[in-house]
């Protein structure tokens, strides 16, 4: 690879990493909840929507696997409720993107021969990460996909916010906790995919005029607002 490739695949890796981040720093999502677990690793918790078994295509053990790395399970802290998966995602620099890894209930979405360990320790096939390289992927568009893959039905808004654990917090912490995802879904809103954006959040039908996603995205903005806020604007 040449100089200028490897400075932009650590650039690359810098967004994730950051991405990363910010994900894990926040709760209130309605299908997964984030972990962070240092600089360049996340746990992602992954609700199931039912427990109906089915094969999932495009997660298999690599055929490479001899030049991709174990994930760190001897480390592992989470232990997840039955009704959910548990993924580890990573962003290591020594191997310069990032990878994913099922952490629990892999029997649910693969049916593959072998020791738990070494389908725990074998990355994932996602779609996502395997145009890492092609496209500008974000942390995001990983978590969208095993969303996806692992709640039955697939949910027309992977990140939907759980209302009710929002509304159940105290006020200051409420305003808190709104304000870090409208954050993040404002980003998620202004850098996603036009098509894929009108599909995934009701009511914000991609970039504005402009190009930059504002008015879409202040328009999701003010639906999440208390009634008693909305009136004062």
């Known amino acids: ?25 926040l709760q209130g999502f309605k299908y997964f909840q984030p972990w962070l677990r240092g600089k360049e690793e996340l746990l992602l918790t ?7 078994s089915f094969c999932l295509q495009n997660v ?10 174990a994930s ?15 993924f580890l995602l990573a962003g290591y620099v020594k191997y310069g ?7 629990s209930n892999h029997e649910r979405l693969v049916n ?3 020791t738990d360990s070494m389908v725990k320790d074998t990355p994932m096939k996602l779609k996502s990460i395997a145009d890492w390289q092609t496209r500008g992927i974000r942390v995001w568009d990983i978590v969208s996909e095993l969303v996806c893959l692992c709640t ?11 209302m009710c654990y929002i509304k159940s917090l105290p006020l200051p912490d409420r305003f808190l906790v709104t304000g870090a995802l409208l954050n993040f879904l404002e980003m998620y809103v202004i850098y996603s995919n036009r098509d894929e954006l009108g599909a995934s959040v009701p009511g914000v039908r991609g970039r504005s005029s402009s190009g930059d996603g504002s008015e879409g995205a202040a328009r ?6 208390p009634a008693n806020c909305k009136k004062k604007m």
């Open 60 to 69: 298999e053990p690599s055929s490479e696997e001899h030049l991709l790395p």
């Open 97 to 103: 993107r990032p990878y994913a890894w099922i952490r």
């Open 1 to 25: 690879m040449s100089i200028i490739g490897k400075r932009e695949q650590k650039r690359k890796l810098q967004h994730f990493l950051s991405d990363l981040a910010l994900l894990g720093s």
């Open 46 to 52: 992954v609700v199931n929507e039912d427990l109906v």
């Open 220 to 225: 999701y903005r003010a639906s999440l607002l």
């Open 152 to 162: 039955v039905p697939s949910p027309t808004n992977p990140f939907a916010l759980d």
């Open 112 to 114: 593959i021969g072998g």
């Open 72 to 86: 760190p399970s001897e480390r592992e802290i989470a232990v997840p409720e039955v009704n959910c998966t548990l």
